[in-house]
């Protein structure tokens, strides 16, 4: 079994900052791609930013030069540090992992259960 946990949410100022945390656990044999989305409400859920094994990054439009993404293989980790923070960036950030658990073939993508973000204005 193979959980996400994600940690860090809070209330801000806009302008302000936050960090949040992802950690995978479990029966873990490898982990490709780690990412963040988030969801707004009456919105669909949206890519945030992701993070490649090998440390490649992507950036939503939205967020690139504010946010940045990064990861530490040895913990199963992924973080995200968010900066600048506005208004619109008020959403439940979802953390997403591509795991091969132990004694599977194949990678799967697993979510966390989530964290909310509301920055007020």
């Known amino acids: 079994q193979v959980q996400l946990v994600e940690s860090g949410g809070g209330l801000v100022q806009a302008g302000g900052s936050l960090r949040l945390s992802c950690v995978a656990s479990?029966?873990?044999?490898?982990?490709?791609?780690m990412g963040w989305y988030r969801q707004a409400p009456g919105k669909q859920r949206e890519l945030v930013a992701t993070?490649?094994?090998?440390?490649?990054?992507n950036y939503a439009d939205s967020v690139r030069g504010r946010f940045t993404i990064s990861r530490d293989n040895a913990k199963n980790t992924v973080y995200l540090q968010m900066s600048s923070l506005k208004p619109e960036d008020t959403a439940v950030y979802y953390c997403?992992?591509?795991?091969?658990?132990?004694?599977?073939?194949?990678?799967?993508?697993?979510w966390g259960q989530g964290t909310q973000v509301t920055v007020s204005s």
């Open positions: 479990g029966s873990i044999f490898s982990i490709n791609a």
């Open positions: 993070i490649t094994s090998d440390y490649s990054t």
């Open positions: 997403n992992a591509d795991v091969r658990a132990d004694l599977v073939w194949n990678y799967r993508a697993y």
